[in-house]
Structures are given as structure tokens and as C-alpha cells.
T-cell receptor
Framework: AQKVTQAQTEISVVEKEDVTLDCVYETRDTTYYLFWYKQPPSGELVFLIRRNSFDEQNEISGRYSWNFQKSTSSFNFTITASQVVDSAVYFCALRGVGANSKLTFGKGITLSVRP | DTEVTQTPKHLVMGMTNKKSLKCEQHMGHRAMYWYKQKAKKPPELMFVYSYEKLSINESVPSRFSPECPNSSLLNLHLHALQPEDSALYLC?????????????FGSGTQLSVL
């Protein structure tokens, strides 16, 4: 069985602060894929990143960075110098391999960035 | 063009109505998905179509009937819904139904059942 835990439910920061969104996962698969999606108030889920279980390199994309730690089953997401447009719900998700594997989402973290 | 387009954006229907939700993508993706999302909850998978064939049905009640007329279109036919079916219905697509494929989501249809 797969499980994704996003223990933080709501985070509020002031613009330009750095913020880290935590994600911890459980899976019995040796190969799996981790994702982060952003859901702004408009509703669509926007893909942010995909990471496979064999690639533990951290990744940076502009103000976004991700820290994958297989030893602690965590895949945390940091936004540097947050902006009001970063306000959204952020979902971490996990998918194993196999024909019928499905994307398992965490409960999501609501991030509010105040001006 | 990296869009998944869903219509209508909002829908209000009575419990005896029949309506359909539509989803369209022109990215050449061969896997399409329906998800249901209640307020303040994560999306829940309903159906997966792979190469226009239904590959996953997550034990969804028969009052929801999916249809994939061609590789670009995905419909969800609704009949005799219940108020608890009110939710955001999200369509998604991916190149293939493969574990490592990222899903592209539409903006959803906000459904209210009265």
C-alpha cells in the first residue's frame, strides 16, 4: 500500500520569506515516482516536478528547490523569497510501477503568502 | 499547446437530470483520467482510459458513465446524481498510462447537485 503524508495543513508567510513544504511517503515498491503539483484558486493542478526513486539529486528551478532523502522517505519542497502568486494548495504525490498503479496524493498544504 | 480543456466550468443539476462533462486535449496523449475532488481534499481517481479503452474503474457508482469517443475526447455522463456527488471534477491526460508520466490537468468542472 502507498501513503503520502503532508503533516502541515496550512502555512502562512509574509512575502519574501522562505518556506518549506514537507512530504513523507510510504511504499513497498523499490521503483517509484514522486511528484509535486500546485493547485491555485482557479482549480487546475499544475505539474511542478517529477523525481524517480533512483535519482536522489536535489533539484533547483528558479525559486523552487526539492530535497529528496530516500533514507527518511521524504521529498520536501522549498520556495525561496515567496511571492503572493505562490499562494495555492500544494500536493505531493507518489506512483509505483505496474499497469494499474495510480497516483496517490497527500492531503495538500494550503500556502498563503501575504504582501 | 499544453492544455486540457474542460467544459462546462460550472454545472448545477437536479437529481433527476442527465448531463455530461467534456474534456479535450490535443497533445497526442493516449491516457486520459477522471478525478473527483471534494473541497479541501486531494483528488480521487475515478476512471482511466488508455488508448481509448477503459483500464481502471475505481468502483465508481453506475450513475457516472465515462466515454472516450476518440483519443482527444473524454466525456463523463451523469444521471440521477446525489447531493453528495457535488465536487470539482478534474480531467487529466498523460502521454501514456505509465508510472513515470506526468499528468496534465484541466481546470475542472465545479458540479453542484441540488
Amino acid at each position: 500500500a502507498q501513503k503520502v503524508t503532508q503533516a502541515q495543513t496550512e502555512i502562512s508567510v509574509v512575502e519574501k520569506e522562505d518556506v518549506t513544504l514537507d512530504c513523507v511517503y510510504e511504499t513497498r515498491d523499490t521503483t517509484y515516482y514522486l511528484f509535486w503539483y500546485k493547485q491555485p484558486p482557479s482549480g487546475e493542478l499544475v505539474f511542478l516536478i517529477r523525481r524517480n526513486s533512483f535519482d536522489e539529486q536535489n533539484e533547483i528551478s528558479g525559486r523552487y528547490s526539492w530535497n529528496f532523502q530516500k533514507s527518511t522517505s521524504s521529498f520536501n519542497f522549498t520556495i525561496t523569497a515567496s511571492q503572493v502568486v505562490d499562494s495555492a494548495v500544494y500536493f505531493c504525490a507518489l506512483r509505483g510501477v505496474g499497469a494499474n498503479s495510480k497516483l496517490t496524493f497527500g492531503k495538500g498544504i494550503t500556502l498563503s503568502v501575504r504582501p | 499547446d499544453t492544455e486540457v480543456t474542460q467544459t462546462p466550468k460550472h454545472l448545477v443539476m437536479g437529481m433527476t437530470n442527465k448531463k455530461s462533462l467534456k474534456c479535450e486535449q490535443h497533445m497526442g496523449h493516449r491516457a486520459m483520467y477522471w478525478y473527483k475532488q471534494k473541497a479541501k481534499k486531494p483528488p480521487e481517481l475515478m476512471f482511466v482510459y488508455s488508448y481509448e479503452k477503459l483500464s481502471i474503474n475505481e468502483s465508481v457508482p453506475s450513475r457516472f458513465s465515462p466515454e472516450c469517443p476518440n483519443s482527444s475526447l473524454l466525456n463523463l455522463h451523469l444521471h440521477a446524481l446525489q447531493p453528495e456527488d457535488s465536487a470539482l471534477y478534474l480531467c487529466a491526460s498523460s502521454r501514456w498510462d505509465n508510472s513515470n508520466e506526468k499528468l496534465f490537468f484541466g481546470s475542472g468542472t465545479q458540479l453542484s447537485v441540488l
